[in-house]
């Protein structure tokens, strides 16, 4: 049973990442030296061999250049053990062409599940969840996302959060609604009446003084 002290120590947005050491397709791993400096993002599926998951894990793999362009790394997570995973990846390359080339996570003590949320008693207790945590090169936790084991994951979604944030941080800027790269992006609401007044005389594509858009 999972009890209540580890679904309350759940990091969340914010929070540093949880370190960690584990064992991985690619080697053993000390979570904190390996994301330092870079964009990270962690994701989980319920278990290998299954069909969902398959689909989710080529998904990933078949983005390598995305991440590669946007030095962003990706380590999955499921609570199966190393013999279990390599004999996955060995299935899926042979099946379709595809290799799992990124990292993933032997969890089979459920630690890092834990450590993570990853495990929620209405869902599953022996299966994690489908969550995906993006990490920044300061290894701060800046969004989570949790899909049921039924329900895949949303390529297109994660692509766009990822170049998002890094917008963000970037051009210290907000991102509206259904934001694409290009698109106008949402500048902070003024803070001064003279802020107000300079706003006002600007070029800004305004909607109101506290919502106004423009170029990056």
């Not at 540093?16 to 064992?23: C, G, I, R, V, Y």
Request: glycine share 6%.
């Amino acid at each position: 049973m999972i009890n209540e002290q580890e679904i309350s120590s759940m990091p969340r947005i914010g929070d540093l990442a949880p370190d960690f050491k584990a064992m991985t397709t690619t080697g053993s791993m000390q979570f904190s030296e390996y994301i330092k400096g870079r964009w990270t993002i962690l994701f989980s599926h319920p278990a290998d061999f299954t069909p969902v998951c398959t689909t989710e894990m080529s998904g990933f793999a078949l983005e390598k250049e995305f991440f590669a362009e946007q030095e962003t790394k990706l380590v999955g997570l499921s609570i199966d053990s190393i013999h279990s995973h390599i004999a996955w990846v060995n299935n899926v390359k042979k099946n379709s062409g595809i290799l799992f080339e990124f990292p993933i996570i032997a969890d089979i003590d459920m630690k890092v599940s834990k450590l993570y949320g990853m495990l929620q008693p209405g869902e599953s207790e022996t299966a994690a969840v489908r969550a995906v945590f993006f990490i920044d090169p300061k290894g701060k936790i800046r969004l989570i996302m949790y899909y049921p084991l039924n329900v895949g994951r949303n390529m297109d979604e994660i692509k766009r959060v990822l170049l998002a944030l890094k917008t963000s941080d970037e051009h210290k800027v907000s991102l509206p609604l259904d934001w694409r790269p290009g698109e106008k992006v949402i500048v902070s609401p003024p803070k001064t009446i003279a802020e107000m007044q300079e706003r006002e005389a600007s070029n800004y594509e305004m909607v109101d003084f506290y919502l106004a858009k423009r170029d990056l």
